[in-house]
């Protein structure tokens, strides 16, 4: 398997823009967890889904975040409209069978908001 | 609180030297714990995890780990470090109550020649 795969690697876009980053999640895998990385707060978990479920989106900042899960092999995590302090590394993880298995990572989105 | 901390965040060694990275948790059950290894512009990989059992826990690239509880800790060991192993190393505990990872701040290892 090619592993969990995220598009685009890096996306630049001016504040107020809508930015859509993409998740192909390793087949077979239940779960799919989006992730936030910054300097200030480190990685944190924006929502997980459970066979295509949003199950905790309680990390989401605010509702200029949705993500969707529309099948077992695509997400996608939106911003809109986009602001400075969105700029970080998102990752899309997935894992089989349980939340606390072994979480696969992709290699990020690096956003930056101009 | 269920709380993961990494009191180092930056450490240097020599290659050959031998490597400790601390991390200690707090969680009122029994933990699952985690060590993930970030290289520069990639994603985090799992070197190893401990769920029960053996409390020292082997994992890739020659890390092991141990699991203490009294002291509330899962601080990472290799014997000699590889320049290959400059990277940030982040120690996660997974919580039942939220059913998610909680991930330590990070520790960035640099490897002198």
């Known amino acids: 398997d090619a592993g969990v795969i995220q598009s685009p690697r890096h996306e630049v876009t001016e504040m107020g823009q809508e930015v859509t980053l993409r998740c192909k999640p390793i087949s077979g895998h239940d779960y799919l967890f989006w992730y936030r990385q910054t300097m200030m707060r480190g990685l944190e978990l924006l929502i997980y889904?459970?066979?295509?479920?949003?199950?905790?989106d309680s990390g989401m900042p605010e509702d200029r975040f949705s993500a969707k899960m529309p099948n077992a092999s695509f997400s996608t995590l939106k911003i809109q409209p986009s602001e400075p302090r969105d700029s970080a590394v998102y990752f899309c993880a997935s894992a089989k069978g349980t939340a606390r298995t072994e979480a696969f990572f992709g290699q990020g989105t690096r956003l930056t908001v101009v | 609180a269920q709380s993961v901390t990494q009191p180092d965040i930056h450490i240097t060694v020599s290659e050959g030297a031998s490597l400790e990275l601390r991390c200690n948790y707090s969680y009122g059950a029994t933990p699952y714990l985690f060590w993930y290894v970030q290289s520069p512009g990639q994603g985090l990989q799992l070197l190893l995890k401990y769920f029960s059992g053996d409390t020292l826990v082997q994992g890739i690239k020659g890390f092991e780990a141990e699991f203490k509880r009294s002291q509330s800790s899962f601080n990472l060991r290799k014997p000699s470090v590889h320049w290959s192993d400059a990277a940030e190393y982040f120690c996660?505990?997974?919580?039942?109550?939220?059913?998610?990872?909680?991930f330590g701040a990070g520790t960035r290892l640099a490897v002198h020649p």
């Open positions: 996660a505990l997974f919580s039942g109550g939220y059913n998610k990872l909680i």
């Open positions: 889904f459970n066979n295509n479920v949003p199950i905790d």
